[in-house]
């Protein structure tokens, strides 16, 4: 399984980006997808995420109302994270990983996640 990261870079304050990450070797359709971040020293924390079949989704409070995660099963095998109205809080490297279906609740686990990408960066000038 790959996880293929990507549309990280630097945006000032208030400003917007949306990153993918390109799936491979598993039948995606059938994974939730996640996002996670972290910051240097800190530990790595959930984001949001995806259920395999697009219809539910969830968000850490610290995004909730700013980020939106989407994902292309049809054609792309992509998962997306829209991130709008940035601030220097969100500032970390973001992580997409994948986990075979599991209970609501821990989608937001990292433990519940068994592929991960290899990181995009992300950050937020003030």
């Known amino acids: 399984v790959q996880l293929q990261a990507s549309g990280g870079g630097l945006v000032q304050a208030g400003g917007s980006l949306r990153l993918s990450c390109a799936a491979s070797?598993?039948?995606?359709?059938?994974?939730?997808m996640g996002w996670f971040r972290q910051v240097p020293g800190k530990e790595r924390e959930f984001v949001a995420a995806?259920?395999?079949?697009?219809?539910?989704?969830?968000y850490a409070d610290s995004v909730k109302g700013r980020f939106t995660i989407s994902r292309d099963n049809a054609n792309k095998n992509t998962v997306y994270l829209q991130m709008n109205s940035l601030n220097p809080d969100d500032t970390a490297v973001y992580y997409c990983?994948?986990?075979?279906?599991?209970?609501?609740?821990?989608?937001?686990?990292?433990?519940?996640?068994?592929?991960w990408g290899q990181g995009t960066l992300v950050t937020v000038s003030s």
């Open positions: 995806i259920r395999w079949s697009g219809g539910t989704t969830r």
């Open positions: 990983a994948t986990t075979p279906r599991v209970a609501l609740s821990a989608l937001m686990l990292l433990s519940s996640y068994d592929y």
């Open positions: 070797g598993r039948t995606f359709r059938d994974y939730d």
